[in-house]
Every structure is written in structure tokens, then in C-alpha cells.
């Protein structure tokens, strides 16, 4: 029965954050330009100035906390392979060195990986050199997503 309970009630917060975050998107953003950029696919604007546009479009709830922050999303590599598209990214703006950085890389990398296009999104270990050494510790423990060195020049 309690187990029953906390299920509910957690049910229904997840409900209400990702209205609110809907919600605040939608003031931030146009919906038409946003579902231009939705349909636009991703092997067309790889290596463009279209690319950060259209991976944004294609963010959940997690988005909100990008734009409401100040922050944002930069490609620092991609490749091509078999299964669909890898990408390295690294936050940008504001979203450096937040205490919420963890849940925002797992959620910016969730998001991206449920895209057919989009088989790996990983981040810049430089990314880490933003954080103090408490903050890095914690990012590499709670996280839940992959660094990788990205050698210079890309």
C-alpha cells in the first residue's frame, strides 16, 4: 500500500514538471520553427550551423532547464557510424559547473539517444575541468554518461 502511494505521488510530480516544462518551452520557443527543426534530419545538417538548432528541437523537459538557465549545447565531434550518428557535446552558457549538470547531461543524452538518427551522445572530459574537484567527483559519480577526450582541432 505505501509502495502504492509514493508510486502515485511520484507519478503525478512527473506529470506536473514535465507540463510545467512544456509549458515553458512553449513560451521560449516558436512551435513552428521548433517542429521545422524536428523534421529536419539530422544527416542534412550535420557539420552546419543547424545542427545545435536542430538537436535542441529534439529535447524533452530537460530542454526547459537548458533555456531557463542559460544555458545550452555545443557539438565538439561527430561521427557517422553503422547504427546512426555518435555525437560528443559539451554544455555551454550557464549549464557549466551547475550543481544540476549531472541530471541535464543524462536527460540532454536520454532524449537525443530516443531520436532513430541518433545511436550515441557522449560529453567532452573537458567539461569536467569546469567543475572543482567536489563537483567532478560527484559528475563522475551520479552522471550516468560517458567522457571522452576530444583531440584538438575538431
Known amino acids: 500500500m505505501d509502495d502504492d502511494l509514493v508510486r502515485a505521488y511520484a507519478l503525478e510530480a512527473q506529470k506536473a514538471m514535465e507540463e510545467e516544462a512544456n509549458r515553458r518551452i512553449a513560451e521560449q ?9 524536428r523534421n529536419m534530419r539530422v544527416k542534412d545538417v550535420v557539420g552546419t550551423e543547424h545542427i545545435v538548432p536542430v538537436l535542441l528541437s529534439r529535447l524533452g523537459p530537460v530542454r526547459a532547464a537548458l533555456d531557463g538557465h542559460g544555458g545550452g549545447i555545443a557539438v565538439s565531434m561527430w561521427n557517422h557510424e553503422e547504427l546512426g550518428y555518435e555525437f560528443v557535446l559539451d554544455l555551454t552558457g550557464a549549464c557549466l559547473s551547475c550543481g544540476a549538470a549531472p541530471g541535464t547531461l543524462e536527460g540532454v ?46
Open 29 to 37: 520557443t516558436d512551435a513552428d520553427e521548433e517542429e521545422r527543426l
Open 109 to 154: 543524452r536520454d532524449d537525443l539517444e530516443n531520436d532513430s538518427e541518433i545511436s550515441t551522445i557522449r560529453f567532452s572530459s573537458s567539461l569536467l575541468d569546469t567543475f572543482d574537484e567536489l563537483g567532478r567527483e560527484f559528475i563522475l559519480a551520479h552522471g550516468n554518461v560517458e567522457f571522452v577526450d576530444v583531440p584538438s582541432g575538431n
